[in-house]
């Protein structure tokens, strides 16, 4: 599945997939579910997960500045906060989105 339209409306992101369905996530839902390993930790070989310390997500965390396509496989947000780092499969904005497998 693939995304033919992605806006940001307010504070959620549309997004229309190539099967016809829309999406609608809340920015601070997509900000919070960064996947990057600043946010998520790392796994090492046997598994374990090493993350830095939380830190408080402020207001700018959650504007959203522009979207930048990452091949034809992902999404890459970039905001206020200048955090951008956090790459988005499409299978896993779905998931994000709670209309994909498992939401």
Request: neutral net charge.
């Amino acid at each position: 599945m693939r995304p033919v339209m992605i806006e940001p409306i307010g504070q959620e992101l549309a997004v229309k997939w190539d099967d016809g369905s829309e999406s609608f996530v809340s920015l601070e839902r997509l900000r919070r579910a960064c996947p990057c390993a600043g946010c998520k930790g790392e796994m090492d070989i046997l598994g374990n997960v090493y993350k830095g310390e939380e830190r408080p997500l402020g207001p700018a965390a959650f504007r959203l500045l522009r979207v930048v396509n990452v091949g034809t496989y992902a999404i890459q947000p970039i905001w206020g906060d200048q955090h951008a780092t956090g790459i988005y499969s499409f299978d896993y904005l779905r998931l994000v989105a709670g209309t994909g497998p498992g939401g």
